[in-house]
């Protein structure tokens, strides 16, 4: 039986949009649901934050914030 080279602790960061703001009440469904549309100009596509499994919106909670922190760094 081959190994799964994705670790538990990876997968605990996965939400879809709805857990993702149920975890942080700060953003708002329609929000994220923006920021994925525009996820080519924006640069959320680049930082490997949004995982699509078929019809199925996935955001790594992680890569989701280093996103964030990197376009605050980048306005300053």
């Avoid at 955001?59 to 760094?73: C, G, P």
Wanted: hydrophobic share 40%; with cysteine; proline share 4%.
């Amino acid at each position: 039986m081959p190994e799964t080279t994705t670790a538990p602790d990876q997968l605990a960061q996965l939400y879809t949009v709805s857990q993702f703001c149920e975890k942080h009440p700060s953003f708002k469904v329609g929000g994220i649901r923006h920021l994925i549309f525009f996820e080519a100009s924006n640069g959320l596509a680049q930082s490997g934050a949004i995982i699509r499994q078929g019809r199925k919106v996935l955001i790594h909670s992680a890569r989701f914030f280093n996103w964030l922190d990197s376009q605050q760094k980048r306005a300053a």
